[in-house]
């Protein structure tokens, strides 16, 4: 047989060199088949239930392993409203690569900035554009200052309500007043004054309702500035407040709180804030996030951090999540696949998705961290099973080389996340399982010596005492 194949592979080796090529097929053909089954032994048996799958999913890997699909702009921007809309295609816009959708997103900032009268951000959409707008988008100094000027007769009329307010000591009064200039103030772009205004309306609270609105505003405004210190403050404050039965206030503060541990990197509590978040935050939100990115931010997020049973119990099953999750369908899809160890389909998805959570204000600065970690998690959930496992096979369930692979399962074991051993000369990694029968023998061994020496220190007990060798503390 080795013949054989040498002859298939190089046309020269063996007697079979000077066969016709239809003979040396058909003497191919009946040297396999006349091949013992038992004669591939070697063959890594536990694998084949993942060969075949990588194998089928081959076609589907090659579509979504292709460079992401180019972010439509303005669908995405529908899913928001007020400043997080605008700040959210800055970013676009500044980090993007691609002029059309730069401009675009300029185009859309620039109009969604007219509705308003935060003449900051104007001022500053129209340095970016720089004229590559034609003359629609120039600078307009006219309605800069009509602005202005609106605003600053705002002002006034709000320090002359809120001084009498304060003058007839009307508490609930002077509470709408300072949240009137911190809406004023939030409109301007001045989120400072903004948080200020909101704080104060704090000693001002009567029910639990003015509390819950305060602290909304306040992780509201926080949010927008990134203090997110301030964000779980206010969380925990809500939390804590009584009569708070609203679901989706309740999706609101779930949402906010899993942006803060987002932000500060515990991802684990980040998924548990998300899949905790009730569907019927719908909406409601949109000046902060959009129901897509719940299913997003919480999809990955669980990904990374949640064990098998978590993610089958907490993520697939949840049917709450689940409403989020349909939103978004290749989390979804991706999600079922890592479950199922799918990894090559898996992989493919989350490389189709990063261009556009590249572009994603919250998610950016933790896309390389979170992919890496669920890239590793799925290493170690694919050799967990076996003793040995090919390495050649592995590397093309995760669509990679076997060098690369050695590489990752080396850091692994280094890591002492994967207990294994890696063959490079025969591209084996070979697992340094415990033994489990030797350990259970040795436990069976330890507990009849604990239990013989518990028994003699009572036996030897009860004889002292029988016997009255008893000492007594001396009487003073």
Not at 32 to 46: F, G, Q, S
């Amino acid at each position: 047989v080795p013949m054989l194949a040498a002859a298939a592979a190089g046309g020269g080796v063996g007697p079979l060199s000077c066969l016709p090529s239809l003979e040396l097929c058909s003497a191919l053909i009946m040297a396999a088949d006349d091949m013992d089954a038992n004669d591939c032994t070697e063959i890594n048996l536990p694998l084949r239930q993942y060969a075949p799958k990588s194998q089928h999913r081959e076609p589907e890997r090659a579509v979504t392993a292709s460079a992401g699909e180019q972010l439509d702009v303005e669908a995405y921007a529908s899913l928001y409203s007020g400043r997080t809309k605008i700040m959210r295609l800055f970013f676009i816009a500044d980090r993007c690569q691609n002029l059309t959708m730069e401009l675009e997103a300029l185009r859309m900032s620039y109009d969604e900035i007219k509705k308003g009268e935060n003449t900051i951000l104007y001022k500053e959409v129209c340095e970016k554009i720089n004229g590559r707008l034609g003359p629609a988008y120039a600078f307009d100094q006219d309605w800069v200052d009509m602005v202005d000027r609106r605003a600053a007769q705002r002002l006034e009329k709000l320090e002359n309500e809120l001084n009498g307010y304060k003058t007839n000591l009307i508490k609930e009064s002077i509470r709408m007043g300072y949240n009137d200039f911190g809406d004023f103030f939030y409109g301007r772009g001045d989120l400072q004054q903004a948080f200020k205004c909101f704080v104060r309306t704090r000693d001002y609270c009567t029910t639990s309702k003015h509390i819950i609105a305060m602290c909304l505003n306040v992780i509201l405004v926080s949010i927008e500035l990134g203090h997110f210190v301030h964000v779980s403050n206010y969380v925990s404050k809500a939390d804590q407040t009584p009569d708070n039965q609203d679901t989706q206030v309740i999706a609101k503060l779930r949402v906010a709180a899993g942006l803060a541990h987002l932000e500060s990197k515990k991802y684990k509590m980040a998924a548990r804030k998300f899949v905790e978040t009730h569907f019927d935050l719908g909406n409601t939100y949109t000046e902060v996030i959009a129901p897509q990115d719940v299913a997003t931010y919480g999809g990955l997020c669980a990904l990374a951090s949640f064990d098998r049973t978590e993610l089958k119990n907490k993520v697939i099953d949840n049917i709450n999540f689940r409403n989020f999750l349909e939103l978004v369908p290749e989390v979804r899809e991706l999600i079922h696949d890592f479950y199922a160890s799918r990894y090559a389909s898996c992989l493919g998805y989350l490389q189709k998705l990063k261009p556009n959570l590249l572009l994603d204000i919250h998610l950016y600065d933790h896309v390389e961290t979170l992919y890496e970690q669920i890239r590793h998690k799925a290493l170690i959930q694919y050799t967990n099973p076996f003793i040995s496992v090919d390495l050649n096979t592995m590397a093309s369930a995760f669509n990679t080389n076997v060098a690369g692979l050695e590489k990752e399962l080396a850091a692994l074991i280094m890591e002492n996340q994967i207990q294994a051993r890696i063959d490079s000369h025969m591209q084996i990694l070979y697992a340094r399982h415990a033994d489990q029968r030797n350990a259970t023998f040795q436990r069976a061994l330890q507990t009849g010596a604990d239990f013989e020496r518990d028994t003699h220190a009572m036996l030897l007990r009860a004889n002292l005492m029988r016997q009255d060798f008893v000492m007594r503390g001396s009487r003073k």
